[in-house]
């Protein structure tokens, strides 16, 4: 008996291994190894034709905070997270409640609400580069309706990183919306009827029972508007270009200058493992605090 329990245990262990070997040999190949490995890298010094790559510890990270360019990328970056992501998930929200009430025209505002969506950021970025174009943009000739001079609004210190803001808003906003629609009718209707009967306002209704209903699918956009904001940079390339004088780049963007541009693989690594410190922590935080704060029907 104890034979055949162990040989049954044992076949379960195979057949729980062989179910999980596809799931661990993408996560070994894609993010468990690039990991380990941009480690490593980070570890060891630029190499070149007259110096060869030797091991410097924790020199290039040392060397990253001493970079007053770093601190910029790393300013505008808290910026650019700290705009993008409340109100991008407030606006969808927004968008979300009026899109699921019984309005006229229904499907067409969710398509239209959802059209930026999927527009390919490149093209977003071109078609927005047609608004901020000094003298010619939309921006300008409609400004010049009111006497209001040229802005140069991609090529200003003051302008630029604002400018790539509004254009990220308009590209994510739509695809949160989707999110929060879907949440927003999986709400069983008695709850409205309740409310209603015992006299609730709209605003109550909303505040009280909507809002709480929908804290798991907040966590959910929260935490990938969190990843957008480090990780969507395609627009930088069309618009800026992390211009002028740094005043619009992020993160992401000048771990690919560094790389590719630069040619420092070490001080691109070493950002990208700060990154990805960063991020993880953010993510222990919402496994181990947030969730449990959280009711999930």
Do not use: C
């Not at 790539?164 to 994510?172: A, Q």
């Amino acid at each position: 008996m104890s034979t055949h329990a162990n040989l049954e245990r044992r076949r379960q262990a195979i057949y729980g291994w062989l179910l999980l070997s596809p799931a661990l040999v993408l996560l070994s190949a894609f993010a468990f190894y690039p990991s380990i490995a941009t480690l490593w890298t980070s570890l060891f010094s630029r190499g070149t034709r007259r110096r060869p790559v030797e091991y410097v510890g924790f020199e290039n990270y040392s060397d990253l905070f001493a970079d007053p360019t770093f601190w910029l990328v790393v300013k505008n970056n808290l910026m650019y997270a700290g705009v993008t992501i409340p109100v991008s998930m407030g606006i969808a929200l927004a968008m979300a409640l009026w899109a699921n009430g019984k309005i006229r025209a229904r499907g067409f505002v969710r398509t239209a609400y959802f059209t930026p969506t999927v527009l390919p950021m490149i093209a977003a970025a071109n078609l927005w580069l047609f608004f901020y174009t000094p003298g010619l943009g939309v921006l300008d000739q409609i400004g010049s309706v009111f006497g209001l001079p040229s802005v140069n609004w991609l090529g200003q210190p003051e302008t630029a990183l604002w400018a790539i803001i509004i254009v990220t808003i308009w590209k994510e906003a739509g695809f949160f919306m989707i999110f929060y629609l879907a949440a927003l009718q999986t709400i069983p209707e008695e709850l409205k009827e309740a409310a209603d009967i015992e006299g609730a306002s709209r605003w109550t209704y909303t505040r009280r029972i909507v809002l709480p209903l929908l804290m798991p699918t907040t966590l959910f956009i929260a935490v990938n508007a969190l990843i957008n904001s480090v990780k969507l940079i395609d627009h930088l390339f069309i618009l800026t270009k992390g211009g002028p004088s740094d005043a619009s780049k992020l993160l992401l963007y000048y771990i690919w200058e560094m790389a590719f541009a630069f040619f420092d693989a070490p001080s691109a690594a070493a950002m990208t493992v700060m990154v990805i410190v960063v991020l993880a922590i953010i993510a222990a935080i919402k496994f181990s605090y947030l969730d449990k704060r959280t009711h999930y029907q």
